[in-house]
């Protein structure tokens, strides 16, 4: 089992930047894929990037430019640089894994704000 913790959540103004860590309670060596998703109020949950263990990462269009995803496996901590913030970028940002036996990890999340 593995937990994951997110932090650096908080309040910006629109243009700013932010950057949310992910710590897993173990080695997230055998964690193929690890994300971020978050969920705006009364919106459904929704993949913001991924990046593999090899380091092979995907974005939504939304964020593409935007946002970097990144992973230190020695610190077992995923990260998410968020720049140019919008207030459209609101929401509650989960972080995700997916071990290679199936097994999908969640963290309870980090509250992001965005003024306008």
Known sequence: QVQL???????????GSLRLSC???RSIFNINVMGWYRQAPGKQREL????TFGGTT??????????????????N???????NLKPEDAAVYYCTGNSRS??????????VTVSS
């Open 58 to 75: 995907n974005y939504a269009d939304s964020v593409k430019g935007r946002f970097t995803i990144s992973r230190d496996n020695a610190k």
């Open 5 to 15: 913790v997110e932090s650096g959540g908080g309040l910006v103004q629109a243009g």
């Open 102 to 111: 199936g097994t999908i990890y969640w963290g309870k999340g980090a509250l």
């Open 77 to 83: 901590t995923v990260y998410l640089q968020m720049n």
């Open 23 to 25: 710590s897993a309670s």
């Open 48 to 51: 913001v990037a991924g990046i």
